[in-house]
């Protein structure tokens, strides 16, 4: 279903000439400078999945870029210069520090071994260094500086 949405979002788009598109899974965005373009596209998009016995949720709306839009995990905003920003959802870095100190706890109960811990802290970086996290990088990388080396076995504090 994915791919045959992908194609009539695809032809919607190129049909009315938009410039500006992603789209993964069943998440998209398009951005235009004609608003009007955009509720052409939306009303199109709305007769299409109508007729297949679908409709948007409704997070699905027209709005100004410059009031951000959160997108894959992703909050983008765009700064006075114009320059987009990237930052990390609340919901993103509130699940993530649950997630670390779940690891914590798992590996102080030998549930897990270091290398997992590792490869969990890894990953959670890792996305973290496609947006401006520097602040929030920095956080996480004073936490785990926190996994020791001590008596040949690694202890977690915080």
Known sequence: MSDFLSNIWGSVQEKLRIKYYTRYMDD????SENKEVLKEALAEMRHVLSELKLE???????????SGVEYLGWRYTLSESGTVIRRLKKH?????Q???KKLKKDYINGRIDYKKVGESVQSYRNHMSYGNTWRL????????????YCDRRYICYN
């Open 28 to 31: 998209m965005i398009l951005i």
């Open 56 to 66: 948007f949720n409704q997070k699905t709306q027209i709005f100004p870029i410059s």
């Open 92 to 96: 993103s870095k509130i699940r993530w």
């Open 137 to 148: 990088y920095s956080k996480v990388a004073e936490g785990v500086d926190k996994i020791c």
């Open 98 to 100: 649950h997630r670390l």
